[in-house]
């Protein structure tokens, strides 16, 4: 089915989702962000992976992420987060939505040594029509999800670095189809106060979609500069787009992260 025809509501979760990765907060300590997201779109891809679908799109997301250590194993973290979005396809009139979600959840570390941290994640989140991956009309849904999260930190050419890669699984209500993303985060320190981070989100949808929905496959890009701004406060801001994709858009757009820890 052409995501034409059921008119691209595709509103994936912003590149700009921040967290800790794998890593787990220390008992008693917090952290916080606060994140901005604008994208547009004047194409999708179609069914066959081809950027051929003219499209007019554009999206404003806000969300803001709390974690608190309970324990130096378990963390807990709850996501508040809302969206403005406009859409209009060849086969769709445009529309217009606004619409929050909630989504909380827990990370506990599974191990920690010299080889990288191994992490399980599980949270609940329930949203408006638009605050999902896809949405091809206007009703609202939920979804759970369990994330598989390995990290480690490490040397290259002298400067810190790390790695995080995550798997995982969500279960979203009907009809929308489950997915499985895919995201793998890389930074490296290049001064003291200053970091570069190369970011890829994925998602793959099931193949259990009923109409209006079918299968879809996101990517994403997202290049960022880290900056520290004092002890506790760090500036992220970058720049993203969608090299590839099948029933999504060709998304591209900007966000700005401010967090801070204790």
């Known amino acids: 089915m052409r995501l034409a025809t059921i008119g691209i509501l595709l509103w994936a979760l912003s590149t700009a989702d921040a967290h800790a990765g794998a890593w787990t907060l220390r008992a008693g300590h917090w952290q916080n962000f606060s994140a901005a997201t604008a994208s547009q779109a ?14 007019k799109y554009n999206k404003t997301l806000i969300q803001n992420t709390f974690e608190y250590g309970l324990t130096n194993y378990l963390t807990l973290f709850a996501t508040p987060a809302y969206a403005s979005a406009n859409v209009a396809t060849p086969t769709a009139s445009l529309t217009h939505a606004e619409n929050t979600s909630i989504e909380a959840g827990m990370r506990l570390m599974l191990f920690a040594h ?25 009703d609202s849904g939920r979804q759970i999800e369990a994330r598989l999260l390995y990290g480690a930190g490490f040397d290259i050419f002298g400067r810190d670095a790390f790695l995080d890669f995550e798997i995982a699984q969500r279960w979203i209500s009907a ?5 499985t993303p895919v995201d793998i985060t890389a930074g490296v320190w290049i001064t003291p106060g ?33 900056e520290q701004l004092s002890r506790h406060w760090f500036l992220q801001s970058g720049l993203f787009y969608s090299p590839a994709g099948q029933n999504a858009l060709v998304e591209r757009g900007v966000s700005v992260v401010l967090w801070t820890q204790t």
Not at 217 to 223: C, G, T, V
């Open 42 to 55: 004047d194409q999708s891809f179609a069914a066959n992976g081809s950027a051929s679908i003219p499209t």
């Open 114 to 138: 010299g080889l990288g941290k191994l992490s399980l994640q599980a949270s609940y989140k329930t949203a408006g029509s638009f605050d999902l991956s896809v949405s091809a009309n206007h």
């Open 175 to 179: 009809p929308r189809p489950n997915e």
């Open 194 to 226: 200053t970091m570069l981070m190369a970011q890829s989100f994925n998602i793959i949808s099931a193949g259990d979609s009923r109409p209006p929905y079918s299968h879809y496959r996101i990517h994403k890009l997202e290049f960022s500069v880290v």
